[in-house]
Nanobody, 122 residues
Framework: HVQLVESGGGSVQAGGSLRLSCAAS????????MGWFRQAPGKEREGVAI???????GYADSVKGRFTISKDNAKNTLYLQMNSLQPEDTAMYYC?????????????????WGQGTQVTVS
C-alpha cells in the first residue's frame, strides 16, 4: 500500500520561503519519478517540479529559478524548496509518484498522490 504524506505548507509573505517535504511508504524514490503539483481554487492541477529516478529534474516555467526539487533516497523523502514566493504561488501542493519512468509534468502520468499541503502567500 503506497502512502505519500506532505508537510511544510503554511502562510508566508511575498518574497518569503517554504520547504515542503513528502514522506513515502510502500514506494521507493530511487525507482520512481516523483513530482510536485499544485492546484489553486478554480484552476486545474498543474505540474511544478519533477525528479526522475536518476535525479534528473524539470520545472514549470513559472517556478524556474525559484523552486528546487530534491530527494533523499535513504530517507525516502522528497523536498520542494520554494524561494521568492509570490501570491500566484498560493495553492494546495501535492506530491505524486510515477512508476512509468516518464519525466512528465502532466498529472495524468502519475498514479500515487498525497493528500496535499496548503501554501498561502500574501
Amino acid at each position: 500500500h503506497v502512502q505519500l504524506v506532505e508537510s511544510g505548507g503554511g502562510s508566508v509573505q511575498a518574497g518569503g520561503s517554504l520547504r515542503l517535504s513528502c514522506a513515502a511508504s510502500g514506494l521507493t524514490y530511487s525507482r520512481y519519478c516523483m513530482g510536485w503539483f499544485r492546484q489553486a481554487p478554480g484552476k486545474e492541477r498543474e505540474g511544478v517540479a519533477i525528479i526522475g529516478s536518476s535525479g534528473s529534474t524539470g520545472y514549470a516555467d513559472s517556478v524556474k529559478g525559484r523552486f528546487t526539487i530534491s530527494k533523499d533516497n535513504a530517507k525516502n523523502t522528497l523536498y520542494l524548496q520554494m524561494n521568492s514566493l509570490q501570491p500566484e504561488d498560493t495553492a494546495m501542493y501535492y506530491c505524486a509518484g510515477n512508476s512509468k519512468g516518464t519525466l512528465s509534468l502532466s498529472p495524468d502520468d502519475y498514479t500515487y498522490w498525497g493528500q496535499g499541503t496548503q501554501v498561502t502567500v500574501s
